[in-house]
């Protein structure tokens, strides 16, 4: 089977893989919505953001380096694996020695034991992670669909099972432990075969990895500060309560690029990572991914601004209303967020990590002064206004470096964007004229809604875009 093929092959398990573990993860959250305060939420948001930030040290972009490098050789991979176990432990202590600072920094005395509990991610997330990388690198991503779902299902099953029983927010943080034991076994039981480690240690031989890797660390440190630079002010300066109702909202907003980019860009890396000289071929296969993630993101980024109002009552239940006014500047955020997302396969293609580098440095040289003010004056409302700023000064940038990498590309991916475009407003303007004449509460009115759009923009693309039978023979080639 040659590349190709194992793109299209990979794609699917893929697919399936994210539909599935999206399904069981919206039932979730709309399950602890009805379970859960805002508080709650607030709390384990805190939690997932400091385990984020250590997260970055830990992994030092070795997943990135082994695919973009192709490296096969069993010591240098013992190595590896060895740094990121060692690491694994040091962060482990480093959490449980410090978690007296965060609690006191949000003054939320909820957030000790959360800390301590989530810490045990980093012992056992690193056991199995170098087993994933290997399958990803050699496209076999039907394992790679099976361990993710199994692991999302036993994960969810945890978690709401221990919140009908009242763990509260720890439901949460048993429930993504669970999922990550899971996985680091599976992900072992199926890429045995390709690596087991051996005592052997050298540096030396690693240096190239390593030097991949700080552009990663000093990439992610940068990214993350200015992708939750919102997170930490918020919940420092508003309360974590009132986080709570920020992270509900940008979750709602961010999910179908968090769901849908992977399926795209987790099988488009390793298969373009092949052809890295090739210029041309790298361009066609960027705007092939900006093609592809506009008409599968737009639609529902869309569908989701238009019917914010009935879907947040009905998914979440009452008091969560606040999130509406922050769930339709989120969508922009996504939209531009999810045409931003290519930009990594080119660079880690191109071995220029270190441009990412600078891009986030550059967003949170600007974020920064954007929340304060915006902040300060407009509460909630203004920081997730600075996060829109923000995102869209990344996505100029972002095209900038493409532009660097492929050359110029700008009049194709015009022609490329204008139709989503088109056909999302003109889904927007029928479920608006559907609200406006009928309304827009109840189960019935949001099933409404959501039919008239999708057949809209169904219909639009079936008469402009792709007909059936290019449909059926992309069925056949899958």
């Known amino acids: 089977m040659d590349n190709k093929q194992k793109a299209i092959n990979g794609g699917k398990w893929v697919t399936i893989s994210t539909v599935t573990n999206t399904l069981l993860q919206f039932l979730q959250i709309a399950i602890l919505a009805r379970l859960l305060d805002p508080l709650a939420f607030g709390v384990v948001s805190i939690s997932t953001l400091i385990i984020n930030f250590f997260n970055i040290f ?33 962060i482990f202590l480093l959490i449980n020695a410090c978690s007296f600072l965060i609690v006191d920094f949000y003054d939320e005395p909820r957030l000790y034991r959360v800390l301590r509990v989530s810490s045990f991610y980093f012992l056992i997330v690193y056991v199995g992670q170098i087993y994933s990388i290997l399958l990803q690198k050699e496209l076999l991503f039907k394992p790679v669909a099976i361990i993710e779902i199994l692991a999302v299902l036993a994960g969810t099953s945890v978690t709401i099972t221990l919140a009908y029983l009242g763990f509260e927010e720890l439901s949460l943080i048993y429930g993504q432990l669970t999922m990550q034991a899971v996985k680091s076994v599976l992900q072992i039981m199926y890429g045995k075969k390709f690596f087991l480690p051996t005592l052997h240690f050298d540096l030396k031989k690693v ?10 660390v000093g990439d992610g440190l940068f990214n993350f500060f200015q992708s939750n630079l919102d997170t930490i002010a918020i919940g420092g300066v508003l309360g974590v309560k009132m986080l709570g109702y920020y992270t ?33 071929e790298l361009k066609r296969s960027y705007l092939k991914i900006l093609d592809l993630v506009s008409y599968v993101n737009f639609p529902l980024l869309a569908g989701l601004y238009i019917t914010a109002e009935s879907i947040v009552p009905l998914v979440y239940g009452p008091g969560w209303e606040p999130t509406i006014h922050l769930i339709k500047i989120f969508v922009f955020v996504s939209a ?33 002064p954007l929340v304060y003010f915006l902040g300060v004056y407009y509460g909630v409302t203004g920081v997730a206004v600075a996060f829109l700023l923000a995102t869209f000064l990344n996505f100029v940038l972002n095209f900038a470096i493409v532009h660097h990498l492929i050359g110029s590309f700008l009049k194709e991916f015009f022609k490329i964007i204008i139709k989503p475009i088109t056909y999302c407003f003109l889904l927007i303007m029928m479920v608006f004229l559907y609200k406006s004449l009928i309304g827009y509460q109840g189960l019935v009115n949001t099933i409404a809604e959501i039919t008239i759009g999708g057949l809209v923009y169904i219909g639009l693309t079936l008469s402009f875009k792709m007909s ?11």
């Open 58 to 90: 830990a992994n030092l972009g070795f997943s990135n380096s082994i695919i973009h490098k192709q490296e096969s050789d069993r010591n240098i991979l013992s190595t590896l694996y060895g740094l990121n176990i060692g690491l694994g432990i040091i």
């Open 248 to 280: 509900i909202a940008y979750q709602l907003a961010i999910f179908p690029i968090t769901r849908l980019n992977p399926i795209v860009l987790q099988v488009a890396y390793p298969v373009i990572a092949k052809m890295k000289t090739n210029t041309q």
């Open 468 to 478: 059936l039978q290019e449909l059926k023979a992309l069925k056949k080639m899958v």
């Open 207 to 216: 240096k190239d990895h390593l030097m991949f890797g700080i552009y990663n």
């Open 336 to 368: 531009f967020s999810c045409l931003s997302h290519p930009l990594f396969t080119l660079a880690y293609t191109k071995g220029k990590p270190n441009l990412l580098f600078f891009l986030n440095l550059a967003t949170l040289l600007v974020k920064m």
